[in-house]
T-cell receptor, first 109, second 113 residues
Framework: QKEVEQNSGPLSVPEGAIASLNCTYSDRVSQSFFWYRQYSGKSPELIMS????GDKEDGRFTAQLNKASQYVSLLIRDSQPSDSATYLC?????????FGDGTTLTVKP | EAGVAQSPRYKIIEKRQSVAFWCNPISGHATLYWYQQILGQGPKLLIQ????????DSQLPKDRFSAERLKGVDSTLKIQPAKLEDSAVYLCASSPTGEETQYFGPGTRLLVL
């Protein structure tokens, strides 16, 4: 079992729809959770971080964390073609981060 | 504020040759990471430095890979000898003290023939 698992995708949604990206992790004591966006041929960049159970909203992005279920998700509302990228989930414990393999999202105009 | 700098951006070598990558983190960032990202996979941590000390190098293939961070600022990652399976993007990232958010450099794309 991988430490951080993401839906392999690809995920395709129409422009304006909600995109839902999921991530599960195996280390129950993980403390910090991150979503990074990686455009093709580029390096990852941080979108959201979340540290406590519940929802955290930032513009069109909402991160959701459920530590009991060891599950973290990212919702993208009003998806735009510019959101087309690979989304990486990263889970951190005591300063050590582990990345999932990412979910590739395509937003079709 | 300048971002994380890496060089070279691209490198093509033949197997059994050696190669070195350089990284300069964001000024003042104490933590520096080297990742290997194979196409279609997520970044895999090779080594993590806190200032000039190694925090984690459990996934570094020490028979061929080495890294150093002299003076706690810039860092070099070396592969000697390279294998075909080392073809990947090598990402350097840094974090401020006490934070876990990572800021990535542009990466070095390595092709081993």
């Amino acid at each position: 079992q991988k430490e951080v698992e993401q839906n392999s995708g690809p995920l395709s949604v129409p422009e304006g729809a909600i995109a839902s990206l999921n991530c599960t992790y195996s280390d129950r004591v993980s403390q910090s959770f991150f979503w990074y966006r990686q455009y093709s041929g580029k390096s990852p960049e941080l979108i959201m971080s979340i540290y406590s159970n519940g929802d955290k909203e930032d513009g069109r992005f909402t991160a959701q964390l459920n530590k009991a279920s060891q599950y973290v998700s990212l919702l993208i509302r009003d998806s735009q073609p510019s959101d087309s990228a690979t989304y990486l989930c990263a889970v951190s414990n005591a300063g050590k981060s582990t990345f999932g393999d990412g979910t590739t999202l395509t937003v079709k105009p | 504020e300048a971002g994380v700098a890496q060089s070279p951006r691209y490198k093509i070598i033949e197997k059994r040759q050696s190669v070195a990558f350089w990284c300069n983190p964001i000024s003042g960032h104490a933590t520096l990471y080297w990742y290997q990202q194979i196409l279609g996979q997520g970044p895999k941590l090779l080594i993590q430095f806190q200032n000039n000390g190694v925090v984690d190098d459990s996934q570094l293939p020490k028979d061929r890979f080495s890294a150093e961070r002299l003076k706690g600022v810039d860092s070099t990652l070396k592969i000697q000898p390279a294998k075909l399976e080392d073809s990947a993007v090598y990402l350097c990232a840094s974090s401020p003290t006490g934070e876990e958010t990572q800021y990535f450099g542009p990466g070095t794309r390595l092709l081993v023939l």
